[in-house]
């Protein structure tokens, strides 16, 4: 692009420069893989369906100590936090 005596574009080019940028971003988010709504939801759907969630007993029944990564731990205790 053409510059002025003093270094600094004209209006009109950095309206042009801002509106390629812009165009720019619009085609890179077409560009984008979209998924539909239902289809995402679907997956949403079985995930929470097969995936055990321990901070919600009410749905997956009680945690065995054994199992809850939330629980206290059992074994080495280096040190306590009062």
């Known amino acids: ?11 009109g080019e950095l309206k042009l420069r801002r509106l390629i ?3 720019q971003r619009l085609r890179e988010d077409l560009a984008r893989p979209r998924v539909k ?11 929470c369906k097969t995936t055990k969630d321990h901070l919600v007993p009410s749905v ?3 945690v065995g100590r054994a199992e809850d990564p939330y ?6 205790k280096c040190c306590s936090v009062q």
Not at 37 to 47: D, K, N, P, T
Request: glycine share 14%.
């Open 37 to 47: 709504v239902s289809e995402a939801s679907a997956s949403l759907i079985r995930y």
């Open 21 to 23: 940028e812009h165009n």
């Open 71 to 76: 629980g206290q731990q059992t074994g080495s």
């Open 1 to 11: 692009m053409s510059t002025r005596a003093g270094g600094r574009q004209s209006m």
């Open 60 to 62: 997956w029944g009680p």
